[in-house]
């Protein structure tokens, strides 16, 4: 009668254990347990159970010979093979060459970046360390050729993950027993390759952002040759950057000036500034009207609007306007408020013409704003719609009961 064939257990898996007699760097020895557990996969998977002595000490001994002979800077002292189950283990036990770094030293080169961006750059490397301490600390020196490849590929992860809008390499020399790494950093393109700047205040003449315009122009120009990302990712740290300079000026401090500022990061990057005093409203503007029947009417006109907060929503302000057409001359004081729907409330009394005026004032939609004024004196009224076509220039219709025109108003 024939027997049923009961197929012998057999090695299904394998793991390896490397250890040294002092401690082995994290990186290497999980790259020393990667070959190790490979040469014992090829030698023992499939072997059936349970090995003898003899043929467990005659593995061992194969995997001592060949882990041995591609080993630079240990020598392998023992090999140890057991199972459990269908699983094999080997513990392999190294002794470092006499030469072991104790010490890592890296020096980080940061290349192209001005020194006030080099210090973002080097706040994100904080770590950078690590890498080559993980690497090379307790490492035999003659076994630190080994690990290149290693550190490379744990470096560009490293990257990748803190800096990855720039590329590192990295040179080591040894003195005595330290590891003296050279770490140089580059970016990456895209890069920015040219920055346009404009400056603006909804409380202050933009002409008194003039006088400042040099110092910005050469503090935006630290964004060139910097990677596009980089800027993107610390876009709030870059504008404080380029804030604060400018809020520091003497007459910014002594008009309570503050500034935002807004970078539309790319090859070409553009940079708004825009500030404004918590204290003060002064504005210059003028504007012509075309299209006026009357010519005794303002057609050509600049006012100068000089106000002072008395709080977040309420102004008291002085307006003088001028007619250089024919030399006159108008003055008003007045109050404003800021609604808290938004709407702008102001009532202001001409002491040339002898009239008090009221004025609102609502935006809507974007870049759009209604207007509407009475004169209390002759019960006149004015309303308007006015688009801003940019910051420094409007257009608007405006119409009474007896006429309508067009106006263009300049801000300076």
């Not at 002595?53 to 002979?69: G, S």
């Not at 020399?173 to 205040?201: G, K």
Request: charged fraction near 25%.
């Amino acid at each position: 009668m024939l027997m049923p064939n009961v197929s012998a257990a057999r090695i299904d898996s394998v793991s390896a254990v490397v250890t040294a007699d002092r401690s082995l760097p994290p990186m290497i020895q999980e790259r020393m347990q990667d070959s190790v557990r490979a040469i014992g996969e090829q030698l023992l998977a499939g072997n059936p159970l349970p090995l003898s002595d003899q043929r467990r000490a005659q593995q061992a001994d194969i995997i001592k010979t060949v882990f041995d002979k591609i080993l630079v800077g240990y020598s392998v002292q023992a090999v140890e093979l057991s199972t459990v189950d269908d699983h094999a283990l080997i513990r392999v036990r190294l002794q470092p060459w006499t030469s072991v770094i104790n010490r890592v030293d890296v020096n980080v080169v940061v290349e192209g970046m001005p020194p006030e961006l080099e210090t973002l750059v080097r706040a994100d490397l904080a770590d950078i360390d690590d890498v080559f301490d993980d690497g090379l600390m307790d490492l035999p020196i003659a076994a630190a050729d080994w690990t290149n490849g290693i550190l490379k590929r744990r470096l560009k992860s490293f990257m990748d993950e803190h800096l990855p809008e720039f590329r590192a390499d990295f040179d080591i020399e040894f003195s005595s027993s330290t590891a003296n790494v050279l770490l140089n950093v580059y970016p990456r393109v895209p890069v920015v390759r040219t920055v346009s700047l404009s400056m603006h205040s909804s409380t202050m003449p933009n002409l008194a952002l003039v006088t400042h315009r040099t110092i910005m122009e050469d503090r935006v120009n630290l964004l060139v040759g910097v990677p596009v990302a980089f800027v993107e990712r610390h876009q709030a740290d870059i504008e404080q950057l380029i804030q604060q300079p400018l809020d520091a000026q003497k007459d910014f401090r002594a008009l309570k000036m503050s500034s935002t500022v807004e970078i539309n990061a790319g090859e070409k990057t553009s940079v708004m500034i825009r500030s404004d005093s918590s204290l003060y409203r002064m504005r210059l503007s003028g504007w012509v009207d075309l299209g006026r029947r009357d010519s005794a009417k303002d057609d050509l006109l600049f006012r100068t609007h000089i106000g002072r907060k008395i709080s977040k929503l309420d102004e008291i302000f002085m307006q003088l306007d001028a007619q250089p057409q024919d030399a006159r001359f108008k003055w008003s004081l007045g109050y404003g408020r800021v609604l808290p729907n938004g709407t702008r409330a102001a009532f202001r009394y001409d002491f040339t013409s002898k009239e008090a005026v009221a004025l609102i004032e609502q935006d809507f939609f974007k870049d759009w704003t209604f207007r509407y004024e009475h004169r209390f004196e002759n019960d006149d009224n004015e309303a308007a719609v006015r688009y801003k076509l940019h910051d420094f220039f409007d257009v608007e219709y405006a119409l009474d009961r007896h006429e309508s025109w067009l106006r263009l108003i300049g801000h300076f």
